[in-house]
């Protein structure tokens, strides 16, 4: 893996980039719009032309796009397009960029360590303190989103939620329904494929998801129907 990253970053462009990790990337400041952009475009390459260090490619792209921040619009879905990633999963990996800069990652910790901190917390001291448990405890990934459910949820218990833990919760059920989204792509060809009677099976299993969805529909053809921005860092 370490052999692979090297090659990677020995791909990347000398200019406008100051540090390049296995966690993100430092761009160098005052980067004129269309020097950000060319950077943006060959990070995408990279992630449509390698095989491996996925993460560590997501990383580098969320870097790049947090970078442009204001600049950006769309560009999300157009990397999304051109690299075959789901557009939610650029959107996390910006706002995790935003929420804990490359100084503030641990090295000990995977990227997906830290997506599980930043999309769940914005508070600079809170994320540093689950960053440090994940890294003295030895915390997997899934072990971490784990202990930070059964936080978000005593919280909830102890004093009603609030605003912050509903974002939260809006982040997590977002996150969720996406996974089920790349599954259920993946598997297009086989529930095509399915009988009357495994459809009919399938939606009484899954009520709540088409609960879900019809509601969704409903409320997007209201006047305040939230857009998909209301879901990134504010």
Known sequence: MRTEIDQLVR???????AR???????????LETEAWR???THVARLVRTSAGARQTLTAWLGDVLAYGETGGRGLITE?????GTNPGTLRNAKMVCLRIPVSCRHDALSWSHHCEVGI???????????????????????ALRRRIRSHVASRHEQRGASPA????????????????????????VVWR?????????????FR????????MRARALEPSAPRPSDFEAN
């Open 11 to 17: 791909e990347l462009p000398e200019a406008g980039i």
């Open 20 to 30: 390049a990790t296995r966690l993100g990337l430092v761009l160098n400041p005052g």
């Open 38 to 40: 060319g950077l943006v």
């Open 79 to 83: 990397c999304a397009a051109a690299t």
């Open 120 to 142: 769940a917390f914005a508070d600079p001291k809170v994320i540093e303190r689950w960053l440090t448990v994940a890294e003295s405890d030895g915390l997997s990934a899934m």
């Open 165 to 188: 833990d509903a974002s939260v919760t809006a982040f997590q059920l977002m996150r969720e329904m996406r996974a089920c989204d790349r599954i259920l792509d993946r598997h297009r």
């Open 193 to 205: 494929e399915w009988s009357p009677g495994a459809a009919q099976f399938a939606l009484e299993e």
């Open 208 to 215: 709540a998801v088409a609960d879900f969805l019809d509601t």
